[in-house]
Nanobody, 113 residues
Framework: QVQLVESGGGLVQPGGSLRLTCTAS????????MGWYRQAPGKQREVVAI???????TYADCAKGRFTVSRDNAKNTLYLQMYSLKPEDTAVYYC???????WGQGTQVTVSS
């Protein structure tokens, strides 16, 4: 069955960095578009970044210039490198597989001094 397991979240100070990892199994990772989403308390889940089968990447405004999404098809792994983190980046970050849709369980990122 499809499994998406996120890791790498934690507590970081403003201005710090984190790298999130999503390890995928149960489907052909290289043939799937993937994305990172996040959900802050009391807010709707929102897209952060998407990477397509062809390698195209798209970023939400909140991520442009600070976050980088990448994938290693040989390792069935999706990454989100985050720099210059801000308190407003605090959220649960989810990995998503497109068509059909599957979600991981999420990993908490907290940006606070």
């Amino acid at each position: 069955q499809v499994q998406l397991v996120e890791s790498g979240g934690g507590l970081v100070q403003p201005g710090g960095s984190l790298r999130l990892t999503c390890t995928a199994s149960g489907f052909t990772f290289s043939s799937s578009s993937m994305g990172w989403y996040r959900q802050a308390p009391g807010k709707q889940r929102e897209v952060v970044a998407i990477t397509t089968i062809g390698g195209t990447t798209t970023y939400a405004d909140c991520a442009k210039g600070r976050f980088t999404v990448s994938r290693d098809n040989a390792k069935n792994t999706l990454y989100l490198q985050m720099y210059s983190l801000k308190p407003e980046d605090t959220a649960v970050y989810y990995c998503k597989k497109f068509v059909p849709t599957y979600w991981g369980q999420g990993t908490q990122v907290t940006v606070s001094s």
